[in-house]
């Protein structure tokens, strides 16, 4: 078995993932000695494939699409937000050496976060936001786009009960509500949680929901703009952003969870946009 560290994503369709580079330039960076690597893997074969890991023993999983709200299931152990969002996208080894005990946190949020606060200067406070999607995307960012002072944020989803039940649930940190076919008015921020990106589809937006002062931000990141982009340019947007920068930022909050020191991510913001 390998001294060194091992550390992977794991998720469906890998292929475009950026996060070996982004976690090799933080190990440079900080002097860790690690490795990072994929695991792509169908729902079906996510638990085995994360039970394996540890067991053989994997120090840390970044979990994403489509196993979010799966790997909660798996933890032992969960971190607050982690347990507030019920969807969990870090997987730590717990007390037991034998893989059996996970510690689960949930890092999207405070990624998403950082980004638009701090990276693009952008001000949440009172802001009203739309955000598409109920999976475990959607999930992860609730919570702290509320606890940041949105002053309003809406969800909107293909099957509207979903969106609703998810509204409910985290009704008591602030003005949230689901949001039908009509958007009932331009939003100033409009985040696509969904994995239609992926797919290279264009998510259900509510008619009128953008207009000249909205900012489009898509969780999803690809090679070339995503089709929820160039939908938000054709339709007036003042802004269209993919995730690149909520990816650097939640996986510099895994990479602290893992290794008790939190990387500077502008320089590797900056070389993965060279």
């Known amino acids: 078995m390998s001294s060194i ?8 369709g890998l292929g475009h993932s950026r996060s070996p580079q982004i976690h090799g330039l933080f190990a440079q960076s900080t002097g860790q000695s690690m490795q990072y690597g994929l695991i792509d893997v169908p729902a079906a074969g996510f638990a085995a494939a994360v039970r394996d ?3 053989g023993g994997g120090r840390g999983l970044n979990v994403t699409v489509p196993h979010k709200e799966a790997a909660l299931a798996l933890a032992t152990r969960l971190t607050p937000r982690a347990r507030r969002a019920g969807a969990v996208n870090t997987l730590a080894p717990g007390a037991a050496t034998d893989g059996s005990a996970l510690l689960g946190d ?3 949020g405070a990624g998403l976060v950082r980004d638009l606060t701090v990276n693009l200067g952008y001000a ?4 009203r ?3 598409l999607g109920a999976g475990g995307a959607a999930r992860g960012v609730i919570a702290p786009l509320l606890e940041g002072g949105v002053g309003e944020l809406k969800l909107h989803n293909r099957t509207a009960a979903r969106a609703q039940r998810l509204a409910q649930e985290f009704a008591d940190l602030g003005a949230i509500a ?6 009932g008015g331009e939003y100033e921020l409009i985040i696509n949680a969904t994995s239609a990106s992926l797919r290279g589809e264009l998510p259900a937006v509510p008619r009128g929901a953008c207009g000249p002062r909205t900012l489009c931000y898509d969780l999803a990141y690809a090679a070339s703009e995503t089709v929820f982009l160039q939908w938000a340019r054709a339709a007036g947007a003042a802004g269209a952003l993919m995730g690149l920068g909520m990816l650097v930022e939640q996986a510099a909050e895994s990479f602290l969870l893992w290794r008790g020191v939190r990387p500077d991510t502008a320089p590797v913001l900056a070389a993965l946009r060279v």
Do not use: C, E, P
């Open 178 to 183: 689901s949001v039908g076919d009509a958007a």
């Open 124 to 127: 949440l406070t009172g802001t």
């Open 53 to 55: 890991f540890f067991a």
């Open 106 to 108: 949930n890092t999207d």
């Open 129 to 131: 936001v739309l955000l």
């Open 5 to 12: 560290d091992r550390y992977a994503v794991i998720g469906q």
